[in-house]
């Protein structure tokens, strides 16, 4: 099955600054790959996804790259802000599996003043 | 994004009751619920997949007679715990899909589940 690696899984930026976070994946058959912010005490929410035949997206002061050959996809958030500290989980979508999403184990972003 | 709205988003209950959680998609038909169960400070593990009108799938380890769940209608996806243990005690959460491969879904608010 689909194994999805994250990292850091924390992250401490202060604000302004910007912060990547890193995934890969080992299923060269998966194609989606979202990324979720998850605020304490609530559900996961979609912030940016990428499909498997685009390498690079962008929403606002936030990007996503996806390296297909490499099998990995990273998070890019520029100017951070404090509501930006949260959870962030990303995860990858494998084909002919019924939708079914393999999170990562998620990263703790801290963005101080 | 489409609404998916979770219910109650906090519940308490004594070991040995039972405790449903209900999952709604407000403004689409979800053909697909999956449900997730979350450990303090770690990842969204998959519980069951379940189509409307069929019997969930589950995952490895995961006990079907204690983790029931019933998605008759294409809004409405229920999660029962039964017989509740301290060791239930968790974050369960609900994401609606309306199916097929690479398809965005939505997550619900999440039910934090305390047995006591």
């Known amino acids: 099955g689909e194994n999805v690696e994250q990292h850091p899984s924390t992250l401490s930026v202060q604000e302004g600054d910007s912060a990547v976070i890193k995934c890969t994946y080992s299923?060269?058959?998966?194609?989606?790959f979202p990324w979720y912010k998850q605020e304490l005490g609530k559900g996961p929410q979609l912030i940016i996804d990428i499909r498997s035949n685009v390498g690079e997206k962008k929403d606002q002061r936030i990007a996503v790259t996806l390296n297909k050959t490499a099998k990995h996809f990273s998070l890019h958030i520029t100017e951070t802000q404090p509501e930006d500290s949260a959870v962030y989980f990303c995860?990858?979508?494998?084909?002919?599996?019924?939708?079914?999403?393999?999170f990562g184990t998620g990263t703790r972003l801290q963005v101080t003043l | 994004g489409a609404v998916v709205s979770q219910h109650p988003s906090r519940v308490i209950c004594k070991s040995g009751t039972s405790v449903k959680i209900e999952c709604r998609s407000l403004d689409f038909q979800a053909t697909t619920m999956f449900w997730y169960r979350q450990f303090p400070k770690q990842s969204l593990m998959l519980m069951a997949t379940s189509n409307e009108g069929s019997k969930a799938t589950y995952e490895q380890g995961v006990e079907k007679d204690k983790f029931l769940i019933n998605h008759a209608s294409l809004t409405l996806s229920t999660l029962t715990v039964t017989s509740a243990h301290p060791e239930d005690s968790s974050f369960y959460i609900c994401?609606?899909?309306?199916?097929?491969?690479?398809?965005?879904?939505?997550f619900g608010q999440g039910t934090r589940l305390t047995v006591v």
């Open positions: 995860a990858a979508h494998s084909t002919g599996t019924a939708s079914k999403l393999t």
């Open positions: 299923d060269s058959a998966s194609n989606y």
């Open positions: 994401r609606a899909g309306t199916g097929g491969p690479s398809t965005e879904a939505f």
